[in-house]
């Protein structure tokens, strides 16, 4: 399934993946922003709708829940701007990324030791 989020659309499913199923109003009120309850209900209807998220019935209300996971729809995003920035090349976007990043020695060591796993070299 391909994702594709809006940045409202990806702040509100980051809230339903960082607190589970949620009402409309604890959605509204993680947000932090000053949006409108039927405002969060539309984007919440339109992720149902594209199938990212599913709901229960609570009461009087609904209970959001994400329908795909966080990982699935973070490759898809990282595809989609390799494909549409770096040429389809993950070469050029950790080359891009390395370069245009201010890292820590700890981040560094952290890629070299997955650059190593994904090579199958032993690091020594």
């Not at 009120?29 to 984007?43: M, P, Q, S």
């Not at 070299?112 to 032993?122: F, I, M, P, Y």
Request: charge should be neutral; include cysteine; charged fraction near 30%.
């Amino acid at each position: 399934m391909k994702i594709s989020l809006t940045d409202r659309e990806a702040d509100i499913m980051q809230v339903l993946w960082d607190q589970g199923p949620c009402l409309v109003a604890e959605v509204r009120e993680r947000l932090g922003d000053d949006l409108a309850y039927t405002t969060v209900l539309t984007v919440l209807r339109v992720l149902e709708s594209k199938g990212y998220v599913g709901h229960q019935e609570e009461g009087r209300g609904h209970r959001y829940f994400a329908s795909v996971k966080q990982k699935a729809a973070r490759r898809n995003a990282i595809q989609h701007l390799t494909d549409k920035l770096f040429k389809g090349s993950a070469e050029l976007l950790f080359s891009h990324m390395v370069s245009e990043q201010k890292l820590s020695a700890e981040q560094i060591q952290r890629m070299r030791r997955l650059l190593a796993e994904r090579s199958g070299e032993d690091e020594s």
